[in-house]
T-cell receptor, first 111, second 118 residues
Framework: SQQGEEDPQALSIQEGENATMNCSYKTSINNLQWYRQNSGRGLVHLILIRSNEREKHSGRLRVTLDTSKKSSSLLITASRAADTASYFCATYQYGNNRLAFGKGNQVVVIP | NAGVTQTPKFRVLKTGQSMTLLCAQDMNHEYMYWYRQDPGMGLRLIHYSVGEGTTAKGEVPDGYNVSRLKKQNFLLGLESAAPSQTSVYFC?????????????????FGPGTRLTVT
């Protein structure tokens, strides 16, 4: 079954604003990851948060994880035009040798 | 390091034709994956491999076969292409699923192969 459902699906913001996107999942997980995909390119790993972590930072990225609500959020602060991309969350379940990806969020940052 | 490479980048097939997509990685990763990406569907796992000589079915394996004869290569075959297989195909690899190593879970993706079946 599909794990990882991002919300909202599309976001358009001005450069310098913050962008927030959410992801929910259905079963217990070992970790949750966020990936970025620029148009016509492969996915690039951004950040991983383990099930026993609640918040993680990497540069302008902030990820939160609420295992009780089975949800995660990705915040991009001070967005730049180069942040224009699709963002996917992916979950790794215990005992499963694979990631389950959500459908993705498209973010457009207007210069 | 080249990372993960895929050949070809583009291909057009006629219904019923066959082809093989090649994925190569130079990071000595144990695990390799084939995904397809369709509009509004996200990425769906076709097949994966946890090591040389092993393969396993993913979420949407029908109509595809794979082989992992060498650790660095993972081949995806379409024996009789159908229009429903029109998609962008991505290969990915990861080090391992060692629960002690955070980096083990990160997947590295190739640039993709855009396949059209007419």
């Amino acid at each position: 079954s599909q794990q990882g459902e991002e919300d909202p699906q599309a976001l358009s913001i001005q450069e310098g604003e913050n962008a927030t996107m959410n992801c929910s999942y259905k079963t217990s997980i070992n970790n949750l990851q966020w990936y970025r995909q620029n148009s016509g390119r492969g996915l690039v790993h951004l950040i991983l948060i383990r099930s026993n972590e609640r918040e993680k930072h990497s540069g302008r990225l902030r990820v939160t994880l609420d295992t009780s609500k089975k949800s995660s959020s990705l915040l991009i602060t001070a967005s730049r035009a180069a942040d224009t991309a699709s963002y996917f969350c992916a979950t790794y379940q215990y005992g499963n040798n694979r990631l389950a990806f959500g459908k993705g969020n498209q973010v457009v940052v207007i210069p | 390091n080249a990372g993960v490479t895929q050949t070809p980048k583009f291909r057009v097939l006629k219904t019923g034709q066959s082809m093989t997509l090649l994925c190569a990685q130079d990071m000595n990763h144990e695990y390799m994956y084939w995904y397809r990406q369709d509009p509004g569907m996200g990425l769906r796992l076709i097949h994966y491999s946890v090591g040389e000589g092993t393969t396993a079915k993913g979420e949407v394996p029908d109509g595809y076969n794979v082989s992992r004869l060498k650790k660095q290569n993972f081949l995806l075959g379409l024996e009789s292409a159908a229009p429903s297989q029109t998609s962008v195909y991505f290969c990915a690899s990861s080090y391992s699923w060692d629960y002690r190593a955070t980096a083990a879970y990160e997947q590295y993706f190739g640039p993709g192969t855009r396949l059209t079946v007419t």
